[in-house]
């Protein structure tokens, strides 16, 4: 894109800010009564935050999505039965004051919140944990929607698959009492308690269900501190204060608004001219100047993700194991991180962050090794190399704040190898769909963790029951699928470390894709924005946030 254009961009992006926050600016509001003739301006103490994103989000039914601009949102309308500590993954009671583990590690008894209502004024209770539960579960429930395209990719990669199944975890889910339900096991799990934490599921209202059907995922309506109000598509989601709300004193804010400004420059300039509250996905050049900035704050999230190039497994050349290696030797990891992180992440050769359990630190990954490169290729037959498309994210995340800068990069390291590459550019949720369906040769994604498990990166990405779904490499590999598969079913944390760096040493050979970076995303604030903690997730609670 030229300079002019670009600034021409900026400006229209900035000018429209201006259009629509003229009446709608972040804090403590103010207004004239010119009805009146008397000039004089009244305080309006309403709290309105704004929080300006990369991208919209995809639905608002997040069970049936995984990208982080749909839980970004739903984590503020909708709850689970545990949840994580604000600033960690270690587990909190949620709706689930309490629970029982059995013995044997098959039985979950959760002993619920009481009093707590949905947002339509339906009643939170057991029952209506078992009818969530079973929608995503059972792909002939009444409410699973799955003749209007519903999956639940999460569901499958979390708990082994659906009902019917061989390999699904869960047996049974008995309601014992309004505010007592129970989940029985097949097998025992390693992560179920994080899992039952995971924002992919929480609780919607079944009175919802039945009233929009389908229509579910423009409909949202949850237990959370915030209501859904609106949603303009491609430009802002509007939540309201829950003023029943089962958390006494909370939420502070009145009112809270999900902007979409896909340029990252342009989100700085609102959030500089005070025209929004929040921004994230930040780009990592602009953090030295946020810092030394005393009307702005600067965040760092925690190391708990990875940006990839990503390989469509069966197609060729890409089915080539070869091929595969070649492109991993050929891309330049630290020219990315040094052009576009600024220090803020550094190389992966594993899937999982370096933190996690079973990482595994004696696999060498791959150097930047361009004449490897052009061997590998000889040795495939494709010694003058071949052409291929690249698929390119719309909008920056917290694994890749600028998605196009780093399609070139790969495009200028895989030409001096003989690999001609054409860039493809796709909206956000065609992007997400095509290549949910293979349509991809390369392409650009990216996995931030939920649950602080690796068996949400390896399950989610790796397993070949999650083709279809999350796993976009169309990659299968038997082996693997029996180390994954024996990690998640163990109790013992050991065993588990264990089972993963074998999966790790097996997923390098085979090269399914090309692991670029772990980053450390940030996020950047007013001053005057306070108690707002982003999670490792990605996904922030704003129940405790209020404006100064």
Known sequence: MGLKRRLTLLLSLVTGLALFLAACSGGDQTSSDDSKGSGKKEKDTEQVLIYARGGDSSSLDFASVSDGETSRVTKNIYESLLDYDRESFEI?????KEWEVSEDGLTYTFFLEEGVKFHD??????????INFERWSD??????????????????AMFGGYKGEEGHII?????????????VL??????????????????TSPAALEEHGSKINENPVGTGPFKFASWTKDDQIVLEKNEDYWKEGLPKLDRVIYKVIPDTAARLIALKSGEVDIIDDVNPEDAEGIEADENLQLFTRSENNVGYLGFNNQKEPLNNKQVRQAINYAIDKQSIIDALYSGYATPAKNLIPPT???YNDEVAGYDYDPEKAKELLEKAGYKDGFDIDLWVMPVSRPYMPDPEKVSEIIQ???????IKVNIVREEWAPYLEKTAKGDQELYLMGWSGTNGDPNYFFDSLMHSKAIGGENRNFYENKEVDKLLDQARLSIEQDERAKLYKEAQVLLSEDAPTALLVHSKPLVAAKSTVKNFIPHPSTSDPLEEVELE
């Open 412 to 418: 200028n390291n895989l030409g001096q190898v003989g």
């Open 171 to 183: 047996k049974e889910v008995n309601v014992k009492g309004d505010y007592e339900i129970e989940f």
């Open 186 to 203: 097949n097998e025992p799990l390693g992560s179920f308690l994080q899992n039952m934490a995971m924002h992919y599921f929480s609780i």
């Open 92 to 96: 909190v009671p949620k709706l689930a």
């Open 356 to 358: 996690y359990l079973g």
């Open 139 to 156: 792909p002939e429930h009444q409410y699973s929607f799955t003749d209007d395209g519903y999956i639940y990719p999460l569901y499958g």
């Open 121 to 130: 004024g339906s009643d939170f209770n057991a029952e209506a944990v078992k």
